[in-house]
């Protein structure tokens, strides 16, 4: 299995895929912990329970495919899973998961700030479900794995911030 996870500055969506790896659901929404463990400690528990072999984190660029306020959040945590886990961390391009889950959620009949949270979750199955149709479609892991000293040849690889390395 692998786990989805959308990151954001109050809440983080996580998802899960099926054994097969081939449909993703929902699981819970996280509160974003301000002294940064609880939350970490939450994905790590829902990997270990699932069994995954593999974490899959939403990137948020730009239209462009630029940095937004929210792509070196989304890095940082990463980073924190990767270092926290024994289970890769893989970084995929989620360019308007979040648009796309309050669509889906609106076209249903379900909307308002009550579904803020249900919203993270489903897009956290779209990321996680991204991730599978790219690999699906190019016989490659999806995005960039995190702690890797560049892009590797997965789909959609995305290239590692020059930070001072």
């Given at each position: 299995?692998?786990?989805?996870?959308?990151?954001?500055?109050?809440?983080?969506?996580?998802?899960?895929?099926?054994?097969?790896?081939?449909?993703?659901?929902?699981?819970?929404?996280?509160?974003?912990?301000?002294?940064?463990?609880?939350?970490?400690?939450?994905?790590?528990?829902?990997?270990?329970?699932?069994?995954?072999?593999?974490?899959?984190?939403?990137?948020?660029?730009?239209?462009?495919?630029?940095?937004?306020?929210?792509?070196?959040?989304?890095?940082?945590?990463?980073?924190?899973?990767?270092?926290?886990?024994?289970?890769?961390?893989?970084?995929?391009?989620?360019?308007?998961?979040?648009?796309?889950?309050?669509?889906?959620?609106?076209?249903?009949?379900?909307?308002?700030?009550?579904?803020?949270?249900?919203?993270?979750?489903?897009?956290?199955?779209?990321?996680?479900?991204?991730?599978?149709?790219?690999?699906?479609?190019?016989g490659r892991p999806p995005g960039h794995l995190v702690g890797a000293p560049g892009p590797d040849d997965g789909a959609g690889a995305?290239?590692?911030?020059?930070?001072?390395?």
């Open positions: 299995m692998r786990l989805g996870v959308d990151v954001g500055r109050a809440r983080i969506g996580v998802a899960r895929t099926d054994p097969d790896g081939m449909i993703a659901t929902p699981v819970e929404t996280v509160p974003r912990a301000a002294d940064g463990t609880a939350d970490v400690d939450a994905i790590l528990a829902h990997a270990a329970e699932a069994s995954a072999f593999e974490i899959i984190v939403g990137l948020p660029l730009s239209l462009s495919g630029g940095d937004t306020p929210s792509t070196t959040d989304a890095r940082d945590f990463a980073a924190v899973l990767a270092g926290r886990s024994d289970v890769p961390v893989r970084l995929v391009d989620e360019r308007l998961s979040t648009v796309s889950a309050q669509g889906a959620l609106r076209a249903s009949g379900r909307k308002g700030r009550r579904q803020r949270s249900v919203i993270d979750q489903v897009a956290a199955v779209i990321i996680v479900q991204h991730a599978l149709d790219l690999e699906r479609s190019s995305l290239p590692v911030p020059d930070e001072g390395r």
